[in-house]
């Protein structure tokens, strides 16, 4: 949240940010389970599932999907005028 006095000093793009990763807990209690990456690729455009040696695509609509027992334990966001692409100037 920010107040409206810092709202107008900052652009559209500094104010949201992208998902870029989760990381999951697979399991029923924490000191046990295994841990899965879905990982977002901006030079390819989609994301990946790192599960120990196995990599493969895997859709946005799965990466936001709750699948019981697994937990997103870690996100990782990145501000949307820092992306590739983007060419956001800070408001003076």
Known sequence: LMSPNSRGKFS????????????????????????IADIYHSGY???????DSLVKPVSEANVLRHVTPRVPYLLFYRRGDTLVGTSAKPKA
């Open 12 to 35: 559209t793009l500094q104010r949201k940010y992208k998902l870029l990763a989760v990381i999951y807990h697979d399991g029923k209690e924490a000191t046990k389970g295994h841990y």
């Open 45 to 51: 455009n989609f994301w990946l599932r790192y599960d």
